[in-house]
């Protein structure tokens, strides 16, 4: 028992053999009693939850749910939650941005939501935010000169595509025309970039590509720092066409004159 010690929804998933995800139901149902420590962040007291349950003396007799939505969770294989049977005990109800927005923070992992999909990935590596870090600079420097009032946000920051589909792009371009005003962001980016990591890549090449194509992002950037590419896309009559395609020297882009991306240095020590 562990007394009155406050619990992450992991540690009580666990203690209880639920899964996070019923936990988070449970909190946003007001089932289970929680403590609220900042934004989508709650914590729990094990005794409290058991008593609220009815099951004080019998924790192993809490049953698990079937969640109302799909869940996905990074995994060696791809299409681990692509089809789930009909006995897996996963539904094929979307979920909405208003139930995503209910949700808990979950301490090492980024939540995002892609066509009603609940994605689950690991929080960056310092190599990743390395990357990430080099190529926000280069961006800053150039819209500041081109789009004064532009601005290129980094990741943790939600971007609302639609009620199905909420992301957090590593790095996004905003114009000028086109300011942040809401959280989550619901302007749409003139250019979106994803940095790919084992546990992201497929998700950032696919999910993250065919979100940001449905919602009419004109560029999306791919950056694979494990390989030392960036590949450029154009949205062109709905779809994304490569444009630039490099894995070293000097990167130029026909659509941002003047911008030049020397990839020795982005990838360096990476």
């Not at 935010?129 to 080099?134: K, P």
Request: proline share 9%.
């Amino acid at each position: 028992m562990t007394g009155n010690k406050l619990l992450t929804a992991q540690e009580l998933a666990s203690i209880l053999g639920l899964s996070v995800d019923t936990i988070w139901r449970y909190t946003r149902d007001q089932r289970i009693p929680h403590i609220e420590i900042g934004p989508r962040q709650y914590r729990y007291v094990e005794a409290e939850v058991l008593r609220s349950l009815g099951r004080y003396r019998t924790p192993d007799a809490v049953c698990e749910e079937p969640a109302p939505y799909t869940s996905c969770d990074p995994s060696p294989d791809p299409d681990a939650n692509a089809n789930p049977s009909p006995d897996s005990g996963v539904s094929f109800g979307k979920m909405t941005h208003a139930e995503f927005a209910k949700l808990p923070a979950e301490t090492g992992y980024i939540l995002q939501l892609i066509d009603g999909l609940l994605v689950r990935e690991p929080t960056p590596t310092y190599r990743h935010q390395r990357v990430s870090r080099r190529l926000q600079q280069i961006l800053i420097a150039y819209f500041e000169k081109t789009d004064p009032h532009g601005e290129v946000f980094d990741a943790p920051l939600d971007v609302y595509l639609n009620d199905y589909t909420v992301v957090q792009p590593d790095l996004f371009y905003l114009p000028g025309a086109r300011p942040a005003q809401n959280d989550p962001v619901d302007s749409l980016p003139e250019l979106a970039i994803e940095i790919l990591s084992p546990a992201t890549a497929r998700t950032d090449r696919i999910r993250k590509l065919n979100s940001y194509q449905k919602a009419g992002v004109p560029h999306y950037w791919i950056v694979d720092p494990g390989d030392g590419l960036i590949e450029c896309y154009r949205l062109e009559n709905d779809h994304y066409v490569a444009i630039v395609r490099a894995a070293e020297g000097l990167l130029a882009h026909p659509d941002f004159p003047g911008l030049t991306l020397d990839l020795q240095t982005l990838f360096a020590e990476v």
